[in-house]
């Protein structure tokens, strides 16, 4: 079946702009994590979701960034009036329930000009 | 302050040999520790996993093992085949939060004909 998919692949903006990251994860998981990858680092936890309800948010940098599963599939997470530092591979991944194996996407490279 | 640590970003191996991958850890809150491989341009990809209450795992060409009084485990993979060429990421889990996995910063995995 279809796994994590994740678009944009690649997103190019201007500093000061706003983005919206979008995820579409596996069907039936129940699940879904936001990450961001800095390079030569690995994934740092921003959020997580349970069905519809974000269940742990302590991770996201700062109130510029927000993310929502209105109906507990499709995530988006945005990132308000984006900054440089904010340039990094956002990824997403999926599971079937709390402490199961997470599943990737190919994850949404963002470059912040 | 990095709670996970793989301390050799990269590893060469001659195919056929014994892969030996390290990754140690500071919290002792962590109980459950997993395995994922990324290749390039792809999200990374769940490979194995032990819980606390285990010292080793193993399946088919890949063991690991743990040692909580080290608070270290390590990925044995053998005999390593030129596809096992990839990143590893070693990350763990803390028993009071299992949906945040906290991730080390990767080791490239080498294997030569």
């Known amino acids: 079946g279809a796994g994590v998919s994740q678009s944009p692949r690649y997103k190019v903006t201007k500093r000061g702009q706003d983005v919206a990251l979008r995820c579409d994860p596996i069907?039936?998981?129940?699940?879904l994590y936001w990450y961001r990858q800095a390079l030569g680092q690995g994934p740092e936890f921003l959020t997580y979701?349970?069905?519809?309800?974000?269940?742990?948010k302590s991770g996201l940098p700062n109130d510029r960034f927000s993310a929502e599963r209105p109906e507990g599939s499709i995530s988006t997470l945005t990132i308000q009036r984006t900054e440089q530092r904010d340039s990094a591979m956002y990824r997403c991944?999926?599971?079937?329930?709390?402490?199961?194996?997470?599943?990737f996407g190919p994850g949404t490279r963002l470059l912040v000009l | 302050d990095q709670q996970v640590k793989q301390n050799s970003p990269s590893l060469s191996v001659q195919e056929g040999r014994i892969s030996i991958l390290n990754c140690d850890y500071t919290n002792s809150m962590f109980d459950y520790f997993l395995w994922y491989k990324k290749y390039p341009a792809e999200g990374p990809t769940f490979l194995i996993s032990?819980?606390?209450?285990?010292d080793k795992n193993e399946d088919g060409r890949f063991t690991v093992f743990l040692n909580k009084s080290a608070k270290h485990l390590s990925l044995h993979i053998v005999p390593s085949q030129p596809g096992d060429s990839a990143v590893y990421f070693c990350?763990?889990?803390?028993?009071?939060?299992?949906?945040?996995?906290?991730f080390g910063t990767g080791t490239r995995l080498q294997v030569f004909p």
């Open positions: 979701f349970n069905y519809e309800a974000q269940q742990d």
């Open positions: 032990i819980s606390s209450i285990k």
């Open positions: 990350a763990a889990s803390p028993f009071n939060n299992t949906d945040k996995l906290i």
């Open positions: 069907s039936g998981h129940v699940s």
């Open positions: 991944a999926s599971s079937l329930d709390r402490v199961w194996t997470q599943y």
